[in-house]
C-alpha cells in the first residue's frame, strides 16, 4: 500500500500569504494518478487538481500544483478567506486503488 | 450536472449490517464511469470502501474486502453499500462519489468529481 504524507498538519497563516502544502508517498506515484482536495467542515471534498498539476473546472488560478515521484506540492499563492479549509492528496493505482493522505488544516493566523 | 444522495440508517447496532444508498441523477448510472464509496471517521482523514461499474464489477479496499459488498440497480440509477459486523470504528460520515478518468497525451488521470453530500452513521448500541 502506498501511504500518502502530509506536511505540515497545520499551517497558520493570514490572509494574502502563501501557502505551501506537501503530500510525500512511501513509493512512487505516477504524477497522472496525484490529485487534491479541499474540504470545508461539514462539506464533502471538493476536487482541486488532478494529474498533479492540472486545475479541475472552476478552481482559481492562485491555487498550482507541481511535484513528481514521490514528492508533491499544493501552493496557494496569495490565501483568500475562503481558503482556510483542509486539504487532501490522493493518489490512486496500487491496492488499495485510492488511498488519501492524512491532510493538511490551513488556518487564519 | 451530476448529482448523489446518500440514504439510509444513522445508527446502527455493533454487530450489525451497516446499509447505504446512494441515488444518482442528472446522469446516468450505466454511464462509463465507476461509482465509489469513501468515508471519513469524525475529526478523521477519508478512507476508499470501494467502487462498482454498471456491469457489477466491483473492487474493494483489501482492509474492508471482507465485511463489504457494493450493489448497483440500474433501473433506479443507485448504488448501495452493506458492511457488515460493524463495531464503533466503522462510525464515520459516508460519501458517495463518481470516479472520473481523463486521458491526455496518452495518460489518465482518476479521481473523484461528483460528490454526495455525506451521511454520518453511528455504530453504538
Known amino acids: 500500500e502506498i501511504v500518502l504524507t502530509q506536511s505540515p498538519g497545520t499551517l497558520s497563516l493570514s490572509p494574502g500569504e502563501r501557502a505551501t502544502l506537501s503530500c510525500r508517498a512511501s513509493?512512487?506515484?505516477?504524477?497522472?494518478?496525484l490529485a487534491w482536495y479541499q474540504q470545508k467542515p461539514g462539506q464533502a471534498p471538493r476536487l482541486l487538481i488532478y494529474g498533479a498539476s492540472s486545475r479541475a473546472t472552476g478552481i482559481p488560478d492562485r491555487f498550482s500544483g507541481s511535484g513528481s515521484g514521490t514528492d508533491f506540492t499544493l501552493t496557494i499563492s496569495r490565501l483568500e478567506p475562503e481558503d482556510f479549509a483542509v486539504y487532501y492528496c490522493q493518489q490512486y493505482g496500487s491496492s488499495p486503488l485510492f488511498t488519501f493522505g492524512g491532510g493538511t488544516k490551513v488556518e487564519i493566523k | 450536472q451530476v448529482q448523489l444522495q446518500e440514504s439510509g440508517p444513522g445508527l446502527v447496532k455493533p454487530s450489525g449490517t451497516l446499509s447505504l444508498t446512494c441515488a444518482v441523477s442528472?446522469?446516468?448510472?450505466?454511464?462509463?464511469?465507476?461509482w465509489s464509496w469513501i468515508r471519513q471517521p469524525p475529526g478523521k482523514g477519508l478512507e476508499w470502501i470501494g467502487e462498482i461499474y454498471h456491469s457489477g464489477s466491483t473492487n474493494y479496499n483489501p482492509s474492508l474486502k471482507s465485511r463489504v459488498t457494493i450493489s448497483v440497480d440500474k433501473s433506479k440509477n443507485q448504488f448501495s453499500l452493506k458492511l457488515s459486523s460493524v463495531t464503533a470504528a466503522d462510525t464515520a460520515v459516508y460519501y458517495c462519489?463518481?470516479?472520473?478518468?481523463?486521458?491526455?497525451?496518452?495518460?489518465?488521470?482518476?479521481?473523484?468529481?461528483?460528490w454526495g453530500q455525506g451521511t454520518l452513521v453511528t455504530v453504538s448500541s
Open positions: 442528472g446522469g446516468s448510472i450505466s454511464s462509463s464511469n465507476w
Open positions: 462519489a463518481r470516479k472520473w478518468r481523463y486521458c491526455s497525451g496518452g495518460s489518465c488521470s482518476y479521481y473523484f468529481d461528483y
Open positions: 513509493q512512487s506515484v505516477s504524477s497522472s494518478y
